[in-house]
């Protein structure tokens, strides 16, 4: 199961061409943004893709084809509310360690 997770996780980092952090888990994918409620941003211009991370997961790919919406952004200012991956990670172990 581990592994069937890292081969896939490398696949989505391939495909959108970003770096993945793997902490056990789940995997963090470097290039997005995070909310403490489980989703991700990543952001391509001025148009942003929300998803749900894996932590959350409702399906069996949550950063390629998983992802839910596709918004238009008016700036760089409406994501600053949100995480960066290493501090998504910890975030993560943190809640983990609370159950």
């Known amino acids: 199961m581990a592994s ?6 490398s696949r989505a980092a391939s495909y959108l061409r970003i770096s993945p952090l793997c902490r056990g888990f789940s995997t963090v994918l470097q290039e997005l943004k995070y909310a403490d409620s ?9 148009s942003a893709t ?14 390629d084809s998983g992802w839910i919406i596709k918004v238009k952004i008016s700036g760089a200012g409406e994501l600053t509310s949100l995480m960066d991956s290493d501090k998504y990670a910890k975030f993560c172990e943190e809640e983990n360690a609370k159950h």
């Open 38 to 46: 489980h989703e991700w941003v990543k952001v391509d211009g001025d």
């Open 50 to 63: 929300v998803g749900i991370t894996d932590h959350a997961q409702i399906n069996a790919s949550p950063y």
């Open 4 to 9: 069937s997770r890292l081969l896939w996780a």
